[in-house]
């Protein structure tokens, strides 16, 4: 097989058009291709007059292959393609009682399921319910603002991404990353996952893959509990004994000498617990801010120019970083093109927006997360749950901007930098549910992040010009971008001083966004398995 990277691939191409580029590039007749396929697909918008993808191929020949690289030797863009990478799961040495994984996100769902493929028959307790229940939890929520604290946009059946843009950053791939890929693909995503350069699902699809993977797991001799919380993690003499779980109003125990802590960072009561009874934690530092919403066709129009509404092209997205002077960072996080911001709260009486897409994105706003970077510094305290604190306090005032209810601060951005509260919407309306309310992102976050929020923006409308758009709305606050605490995790990926305990995925603090909270998962059953 050959490899050609960076091929230069029109918007609007078949097959044919695919092949005549190939043949090409490879100096040889068409009639030698016996297959082509895409290992790696983005969209070139450097040049606005002239976007295009940029696409690498897997090339199969007929006859001599060396005599078709031999000729193409300093072209550094054609090799031979290089060993496909995958992934084995190691075999399961006899472990004297069934793991058990705490948390159904992606951590702890690939986490059981690598488990279970190794024959391990892990038990998976998850406090929410099934992402069918659930969805009809959230939307009821959305739509009335009846919150269940059990189950809503961070717990439940497939953890907090579920409702989401589902996209799926990956980064230089790896063959844990493509096992995870493959499996989502397996339970339902769309095959191009395994070679768009920025692939995403939506939550519509996601919905879907989660289901698929809980039904394999269970086919393979794993279990599966909804509405079961651990409540404490039981250890004796540095190794871990088993759990205590509340389920379905029930208390229970599991004997168990392995467990995977899979429990997000939203999941504060159970950092207490586990704080409570020695399992050693730290601060962390993560970013707080507001979300903001463009008209979708106003980024296209940005990003791709005069090829705005080319139908190849999906809805646009973009990202930036900038660094203040005051030390601080101002980025753009978790885009959600053509989606809707929604209310993302755990917890009674608290504001948290986030954002999410359906797999089309045909929504008419653009949002991102728009956070300022927060250090320990800033917490107040030197308790290990400070940062939760530092979150509360502004959930609660936020939430109180919004006047009661969920309903959500929302101020024009024109207003912010000139310090005034909106009086009325202009271009762009809020997509978030159940309402919001004009209020001043000053009443809810401190001036050091509004601060630092002003002179971002100013610095990304000059990157992007555009971004600084007066009716761009503000809806805050984004408070969950990644966990205030680490359960820091010792030799072999053990909590400090716990043999057997796994901390594990986002809420560990070692891992941020769906891949790599599910790789994450991925290494912790391995050491399991190994240990
Ligand atoms: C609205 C939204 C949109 C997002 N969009 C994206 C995106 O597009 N792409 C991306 O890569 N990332 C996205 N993220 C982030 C991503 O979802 C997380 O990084 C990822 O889900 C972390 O995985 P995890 O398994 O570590 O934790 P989680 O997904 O948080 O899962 C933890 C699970 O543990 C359960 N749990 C907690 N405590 C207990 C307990 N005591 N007992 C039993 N169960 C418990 C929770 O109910 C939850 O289901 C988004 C997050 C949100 C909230």
Avoid at 78 to 88: A, D, F, G, P, Q
């Amino acid at each position: 097989m050959i490899s050609i990277k960076k091929l230069k691939i029109p918007l609007t191409y078949d097959s044919k058009v695919l092949e005549d580029i190939v043949s090409e590039r490879l100096q040889i007749d068409s009639s030698r291709i016996k297959q082509i396929s895409i290992a790696k697909c983005s969209v070139n918008v450097l040049d606005k007059q002239d976007v295009h993808f940029n696409v690498t191929v897997v090339v199969s020949v007929s006859g001599d292959e060396k005599e078709v690289l031999r000729p193409l030797k300093k072209d550094n863009n054609i090799s031979k393609e290089e060993v496909v990478l995958r992934y084995t799961v190691s075999q399961v040495k006899k472990l004297k009682e069934r793991p058990v994984v705490v948390g159904c996100g992606p951590a702890g769902m690939f986490a059981a399921l690598i488990l279970a493929e190794a024959g391990a028959r892990p038990i998976l307790l998850e406090r929410g319910l099934d992402v069918d229940s659930r969805k009809q939890k959230v939307l009821r929520f959305w739509h009335t603002g009846i919150l269940d604290t059990q189950t809503n946009v961070q717990f439940g059946e497939g953890g907090a991404g579920t409702f989401s843009d589902g996209k799926l950053k990956t980064g230089k791939k790896d063959s844990r990353k493509i096992k995870v890929l493959r499996e989502l693909v397996e339970a339902g995503a769309p095959s191009e996952i395994m070679y768009l350069a920025k692939p995403h699902i939506g939550t519509d699809l996601l919905h879907q893959t989660v289901k698929g993977i809980r039904e394999k797991i269970i086919d393979l001799g794993g279990e599966v509990n909804f509405n079961a919380t651990v409540t404490e993690v039981l250890h004796k003499d540095g190794q871990v004994k088993g759990v205590h779980f509340v389920e379905n109003g029930q208390d229970s125990e599991l004997s168990t000498d392995n467990v995977v802590l899979a429990i997000g960072h939203s999941a504060r009561d159970t950092f207490e617990r586990l704080l409570t009874s020695g399992v050693y934690m730290e601060q962390k530092p993560f970013a707080v801010g507001v979300r903001i919403e463009h008209p979708q066709e106003m980024i296209n129009k940005i990003q791709y120019g005069d090829f705005a509404d080319h139908p190849a092209l999906g809805a646009a997205d973009y990202r930036m970083v900038v660094h203040l002077e005051n030390g601080r960072g101002v980025y753009t996080f978790c885009m959600c093109p053509g989606g809707t911001v929604v209310a993302a709260t755990s917890e009674e009486n608290a504001l948290i927006t986030n954002g999410m897409s359906e797999f089309a994105r045909d929504g008419r706003n653009a949002n991102t997360a728009l956070l300022v970077t927060i250090e320990k510094k800033d917490f107040g305290s030197e308790h290990p749950l400070a940062g939760v604190a530092f979150q509360r306090r502004i959930e609660s005032a936020a939430y109180s901007a919004g006047g009661g209810g969920y309903k959500a601060p929302v101020q024009r951005l024109e207003d912010f930098l000139q310090k005034r509260k909106s009086i009325a919407f202009g271009d762009v309306l809020p997509t978030y549910l159940p309402g919001t309310e004009f209020a001043e992102v000053d009443d809810y976050l401190p001036y050091y992040i509004t601060d630092s929020l002003r002179q971002g923006i100013a610095e990304m409308g000059e990157w992007m010009p555009g971004f600084a758009y007066p009716d761009a709305l503000l809806t805050g606050a984004e408070t969950r971008s990644s966990s205030p605490v680490r359960i820091t995790r010792g030799d072999n990926f053990e909590a400090i001083g716990i043999k057997g305990l796994y901390p594990c995925g986002e809420g560990a603090g070692y891992s941020g966004g769906i891949i790599s909270a599910a790789v994450d998962g991925v290494i912790c059953a391995e050491r399991i398995l190994r240990s």
